[in-house]
């Protein structure tokens, strides 16, 4: 596409096509929660034991990324999604992987409905936090620049 359109071509093809894998992501995911909710239901133990090491481990890699980055003198505005980038899970490409290797009903699939279910809220609390010490990362990050 690069090589017969150029960058304006490639541009408008992702423009056209933003809809349709917005549109895709949700069908996946009304699929996911349709075949999955009754084990969400009937296994609070089991998310239970699902959601708390994905809690855990999402806050622990932001915090310490977000801490590394204000230590070397990282800009905010860098150090903000460096965090998000090194604790998100990537639990889309879990749920596609999960669904074509084991099916809809899989306890992989489970896996990851309750990964993308506990991970989106607490991704957003990270970024609320994130956004509420701007001012104390931007004090520290340049007096404790290594």
């Known amino acids: 596409m690069l090589a017969r359109g150029g960058d304006a071509a490639l541009a408008r093809t992702l423009t056209a096509l933003a809809p349709l894998s917005v549109s895709a992501l949700l069908l996946t995911l009304v699929l996911l929660f349709a075949f999955q909710g009754h084990a969400i239901v009937e296994q ?57 290797l084991f099916g809809f009903e899989s306890g992989a699939a489970l896996a990851t409905v309750v990964g993308v279910l506990i991970e ?3 991704m957003l609390s990270v970024v609320a936090l994130v956004n509420r010490s701007r001012d104390w990362y931007q004090a520290g990050a340049t007096q404790t620049s290594i």
Do not use: D, K
């Open 44 to 100: 609070p133990l089991v998310i239970l034991l699902l959601a708390v090491p994905i809690t855990l481990q999402v806050y622990w890699t932001a915090g310490l990324a977000y801490w590394l980055n204000r230590r070397v003198g990282e800009q905010h505005c860098v150090a903000g999604p460096s965090a998000l980038i090194g604790a998100s899970n990537f639990f889309e490409l879990a749920v596609a992987a999960a669904i074509s």
């Open 120 to 122: 989106v809220p607490v």
